[in-house]
């Protein structure tokens, strides 16, 4: 995305959740996802930052583009980590910004009202919504919202909203994708 849309004044601060989060296929830095990265120290933060890689520099969690969203959605604070989805958009909602909504802190995040509200707004304005939650050195499974809680949304419908959104996330944590690993420079 375009840095010039970054919400001004909004900065990561302690957050380091893409530091544990995200997967990194850089020649500078090969990182799996749910683990750590070697840069990240407990009491500094990242070791490296001034000479961080290009994809470090480069990446920003959709929280810093979302002027809506207060300080308590950042993902460390939340425990959501909303990120760009690339893949897996249904038909009809090509060409719009697609977003993840991950689950990085406790499960129950998903019963907020604030989370659901916030949710809710993007469906119901037509982005394509996806719930996951990450197992650490494995592919995340989203799964796509729109078609099964709209209608609940609609109808004010909070305990099936829960009930569907608690089976989303326990869907995303059973088909998480095979192991990852680093070989010979690559992550497989």
């Known amino acids: 995305m375009d840095n010039t849309l970054l919400v001004e ?3 990561c601060g302690k957050c380091e959740a893409c530091c544990v989060e995200l997967t990194i296929q850089d020649p500078e830095l090969l990182k799996l ?42 993902p460390d604070l939340k425990g959501i ?29 998903i019963h907020d009202m604030d989370f659901i509200e916030v949710l809710g707004g993007f469906i119901v304005n037509g982005f394509p919504c996806f719930l996951s939650i990450g197992k650490p050195r494995r592919q995340t499974s989203l799964v796509f919202l729109n ?17 569907t959104l608690t089976d989303a996330l326990k869907h995303s944590a059973k088909n998480v994708g095979k192991k990852m690993y680093i070989e010979d420079g690559e992550i497989i």
């Not at 990120?83 to 995040?109: M, T």
Request: aromatic share 10%; net charge positive; with cysteine.
């Open 9 to 11: 004044g909004r900065e």
């Open 33 to 74: 996802p749910g683990v750590k990265c070697q840069h990240l120290s407990k009491k500094h933060g990242c070791t490296v930052y001034e000479n961080r890689p290009k994809t470090c520099r480069d990446y920003y969690c959709m929280w810093r583009f979302m002027p809506n969203l207060d300080e308590n959605w950042r």
């Open 81 to 109: 980590m909303i990120r760009r989805a690339y893949n897996g958009i249904p038909k009809g909602y090509e060409g719009k910004i697609a977003l993840n909504f991950e689950v990085i802190g406790k499960k129950s995040v």
């Open 147 to 163: 078609n099964k809680i709209l209608h609940l949304i609609q109808n004010r419908n909070l305990d099936g909203l829960k009930a």
